[in-house]
């Protein structure tokens, strides 16, 4: 199924949830100040978010316990947990996307996440991380891995890229 051009602001739980049958699609969506999460995504099936916006969420992205998750062209801005959350989804990759201001509050004590890396391969390369070197300290934000997990982050952007979304002006 496809979900595209829609704006959700400040739900209680998620903005938008990737559930149902078969591969999900996301585009050009608008997720803002939603309590839990942005986008759902990943629960029981294949998800694929492209030119998404998520800004001052719990989690900009949160991937779980089902299908992989490919996010191309991603806008995670200031969301509280982090920009995109792997806690058990079999891939996430992230490209061309911009990573910035997430993490305040982030798994573990950790701050200043771009990405959570509980689970499982994630892959967030061409990604801006708020500074032209990269993921890191402030002003970029970090790609935080939890326990032995790794995230690939080479090569990454260094510039924002320009993110379009189809949500209908009023």
Not at 45 to 51: I, K, Y
Not at 87 to 115: D, E, R, W, Y
């Amino acid at each position: 199924s496809l979900a595209r051009g829609n704006l959700s602001v400040v739900n209680s739980i998620a903005g938008f949830d990737a559930g149902g049958i078969g591969t999900q699609r996301m585009e050009g969506n608008v997720a803002i100040g939603n309590d839990s999460f942005g986008f759902l995504a990943g629960l029981h099936n294949a998800v694929e978010l492209v030119g998404n916006v998520a800004v001052g969420n719990g989690q900009g992205v949160f991937a779980g316990n089902g299908g992989s998750v490919t996010i191309t062209g991603l806008a995670a801005l200031a969301n509280v947990q982090g920009g995109v959350h792997n806690q058990g989804t079999p891939a996430v990759s992230v490209s061309a996307s911009n990573l910035v201001g997430n993490g305040a509050k982030a798994l573990g004590g950790s701050a200043n996440c771009g990405t959570i890396n509980e689970n499982n391969p994630l892959t967030a390369t061409n990604v801006f991380w708020g500074a032209s070197t990269g993921p890191g300290a402030d002003p970029a934000d970090q790609a935080c891995d939890v326990g032995n997990q790794v995230t690939t982050v080479a090569p990454f952007a260094a510039k924002p890229f320009k993110i379009k979304t189809k949500v209908p002006q009023p």
